[in-house]
């Protein structure tokens, strides 16, 4: 609690949201205010009462007037947490499928400068088959997890949790928005971080499925795992000189900062 009260950095929670109407609120009460200075939610299209809850709850809102995808609306959260000023913004799904109250634990390492972002990590939190996470999935999730961690010579016990803290500084360096509006955008934005050396750290986390989490489908999760494969090579490509792909150029145009 000292921390949080004598903290100089403006901390936002940003939530991509689609259809969260009914875990909104339990999202938010979980929410430590000591902790957040703002939270906003981009709605991405969604078809029950997202928006006119958040409004009534007082979040800033942004909507999407077509749905643009998981990543799509990573890219909304993250401009417009930084346009307002934000140091460190944390991706909270308002699906509450993911613990907001490690909020704290993800932000004291960002605060003390020791790292660039903080991910949640469900493997080293223990017990994820327990928590209902899908066999396949779990088992997916090793095997990725290792193929990530060979390509970018770093270990890390999850790569594709969604609860996540960035610094600024990480999201001014790197071109997220040359990424994907589809789920990989997670993958990409770690394979951008890695190439410029950007220091990552994990903390534990529960899992908790429920039927009103989102989950994506088997099918989609194909999909997904192709297009993190499909990362790699490019990652390993431009690396070594070989290729160059945009989304390792350049930086993300952000207007000016309004504190």
């Not at 109407?21 to 709605?43: A, F, H, P």
């Not at 890695?194 to 220091?199: A, E, G, N, P």
Request: net charge positive; with cysteine; hydrophobic share 40%.
């Amino acid at each position: 609690m000292d921390e949080a009260l004598k903290r100089t950095k403006k901390v936002i929670v940003v939530m991509p949201a689609y259809n969260a109407e009914k875990t909104l609120v339990r999202t938010l009460d979980d929410i430590s205010r000591e902790w957040v200075d703002e939270i906003i939610l981009v709605d991405d299209c969604s078809r029950d009462g997202t928006v006119a809850l958040a409004k009534k709850l007082g979040l800033r809102v942004f909507v999407h007037e077509n749905n643009k995808g998981y990543g799509g609306n990573q890219k909304t959260c993250y401009t417009e947490a930084l346009k307002l000023g934000g140091d460190i913004m944390i991706m909270v799904h308002p699906d509450h499928q993911y613990d907001p109250t490690v909020i704290p634990h993800l932000v004291t390492p960002l605060l003390d400068g020791e790292c660039d972002a903080v991910f949640g990590s469900r493997m080293l939190g223990g017990r994820p088959l327990e928590g209902g996470m899908p066999k396949w999935k779990y088992l997916a999730n090793i095997f990725l997890t290792a193929v990530e961690n060979a390509t970018f010579y770093m270990y890390l016990t999850e790569y594709h949790s969604g609860l996540r803290a960035y610094s600024r500084r990480y999201l001014e360096t790197i071109n997220f928005m040359a990424n994907s509006d589809d789920f990989v955008f997670d993958s990409q934005i770690i394979a951008q971080g890695v190439l410029h050396k950007m220091r990552i750290r994990e903390i534990p986390i529960a899992t908790r499925y429920f039927p009103e989490a989102s989950q994506i489908s088997l099918g989609r999760s194909l999909v997904y795992g192709l297009s993190i494969l499909k990362t790699l090579i490019k990652f390993k490509l431009h690396k070594k000189g070989w290729m160059k792909f945009g989304m390792f150029n350049g930086r993300a145009r952000i207007p000016d900062r309004k504190d």
